[in-house]
């Protein structure tokens, strides 16, 4: 059973990561940062809550706004960057945010352990769950409380007409600015928001896994990051959810349970290629996520 | 309403628009003419801020909007359509007109959160009437990229009038129509100027512009060469050889 609790786990804080890019690339920007802000509320989360003591639930929301604050600021120079130039320069954003953390080094005594981050070693010890006697099921919980959060603020705003002016910005630029959208609001806005997901996402990562390392937030989980939702599809927040569930449930968990050995990588890739080319839209497109919608509420403009 | 002084664009070594003087006065039709290249397009942009002026000066109800960048040129009620269509596809046809609600007046009515939340009531009827008035209301929860090329046309026109402009430039609205959809279009055109909307027509077809303006203006390569009412533009000689060149015998 525990190891059910721990697959809810892992696939929650992916879905969050996923999420955090889903934002963003409706604006129409790919982002390679998001690993990056995912790793500064890892790191934030975890410091405030083993080194200094803080209740977790005040530590997720100052990792989100510094996640957030970062994006925010790195969103304005993006700007100036579309499409692979946008990539590449999110790219050495991110690899720049590791580096640091690679050289990042505080810690302090508490007892008879040093905790805190050492550089290359990573921060180890962020035994905050461990120490209040969570158990695996209750960890899956905390964290699928946030996952639903988020979902449900992600729905409401596709709903509301700040997901349409999101998709607009990502489908026409000079339409959207000709029709009196602020490029540069909503752009750094969309950035903003995403790093805050990020960084709600990072601490949950940082504190059921109790240990991170800035190996961990590179390139892979960056690509990661707008894997999902681009094999969702951009169309409802359902579709990035079904991603991960497909990609970290079904690919990374369940394969090795059906076939062993060298296949597996081989058809881990073949099922994504396979996935894309069936449902190029994304797993989630437009028309299923009509459909969804109107299961839950009649169309108000019908 | 909209002033034009000495308006200039140079991209490199070709003078797109140069020194340009154009006005256009309250509640009027105007028609902006001229062969292909002669600048029209390139005039709209810079009326609505898509490009930065290399010279010269724009206002629009005596404020320099010379350097306001396109959504504040919206805001102040200049709106806008594109020569080759430009809606957002994925949207519904409802969507198109939802988001495009971004006046001055707009902002006023709904506040901050109201407009982006999206706003019920008044926000809905809004772009319903214009649903309407564009013959889309059958029409409202398809993708704007499944619709066809006249109906699309159309959202075009009324995405642009979900801002509730004062000044409407239109780039081309007949390109590719038929008789019967140029003849709807120009209805369209007359009765927005009964709604109290001024209107400036960038065209080539020629039924439309002599049809509906009152004023046109006619560039070639940048510089007015000719200005009057739809029949003293059909008797002038320079316009005649700017469409058809020297020396031709019509």
Redesign the interface.
Known sequence: MDYLYGLAQTIGVHTILGLSAYVVLQTGQVTMAQAAFYAVGAYVAAMLTTVWGVNILLAIPAAAAVACALAGLAGFPALRFKGLMLVVATMALGEAVREFFFNFDYQIAKGDLKVGPAGAEGFRQIRYFYERGWTTAEVAGFIWVFVIGIMALLWWMDR???G??L??VG??E??????????TAVKVSAFALGGAIAGVGGALYAHYTTHVEHTAFGVVMATFAIAYPILGGLSSVFGTLIAVLFIQGLLIQGLPILIGGELRNLLFGLLILLAMNIRPRGLID?RVARMLRGLFVR?R?? | MLELKGLSKHFGGVRAVDGLDFAVREGEIVGLIGPNGSGKSTTVNLICGVFPVTSGGIAFRGRDITRAPPHVCLALGIARTFQNIRLFNELTVWQNLWVAQNSAKHRKQRGFLGRWVGGRGEARRSVERHLEFSALAKKRDELAGNLSFGEQRRLELARALAAEPELLLLDEPAAGMNAEEVGQLADRIRSLQGQGKTVVLVEHVMELVMGVTERIAVLNFGRKIAEGSPSEIQANRAVREAYLGTGAKI
């Open positions: 509301s007409r700040i349409a002016v998709r607009a489908e026409d000079l339409a959207a600015q000709s029709v009196g959208i602020n490029l437009e169309s403009n019908a």
